[in-house]
Structures are given as C-alpha cells and as structure tokens.
C-alpha cells in the first residue's frame, strides 16, 4: 500500500473562485471526451464542466422531500393544481433567471 504525503497549505482566509480537480479514467474514455469536445468546439474542461453541472443541479433539486401531514398534503395538491391569479410579483418572479442558468 502506498503511503501518501500530506500536504498542508497556508489558509489565506480566501475562498478560491476555481479549484483543481483530478480523475482517473480510462484511456477510451479520455478519448471518448476529447472527440466530443472537439465536436462541440470546447475545450476539455469546457465540455466536462457543461455536461456535470446540470446533472448536478438535478442531484440536488432530486434530494427534496416534503413530510407533511393530512391536512398538509390536501393544501399542498390544492396549491400544486390551483393556478395562482397573475399579478406583479409572479410576473416579476417568471422573468427572473434561475440560479442554475
């Protein structure tokens, strides 16, 4: 078993705007990505980064569960069925961009 060197970095109170990350991935799959970047015109990073991120909003969106009681969950599927009446703020909040645009 490899032994592993740890390597402590001085904390500057900074929270990077990017970081590095590294992966072990078959050859094919390497070449697999380079192709479809290429395609696409991006960069490696580029493609990776446009194909992860949206799964990853999915993940997170995935992992909400609402635990509501009887009374809870009959106003819930009112709610969820019922349109709301248009008025300012709605229309406000549908030209709003999402955060994960």
Do not use: Y
């Amino acid at each position: 078993m490899r032994k592993r060197k740890l390597v402590m970095r001085k904390h500057t109170g900074k929270t990077p705007s990017e970081v590095r990350i590294a992966l072990r991935l078959p050859t094919d799959t390497l070449a697999l990505i380079d192709q479809a970047a290429a395609a696409l015109g991006k960069s490696r990073s580029e493609f990776i980064l446009d194909s992860v991120r949206p799964r990853s909003i999915d993940a997170v969106l995935d992992q909400r569960v609402f635990e509501l009681d009887e009374v809870q969950t009959a106003h819930f599927l009112d709610v969820m069925t019922t349109p709301p009446k248009a008025n300012q703020a709605l229309k406000a909040l549908m030209h709003k961009r999402p955060i994960w645009d």
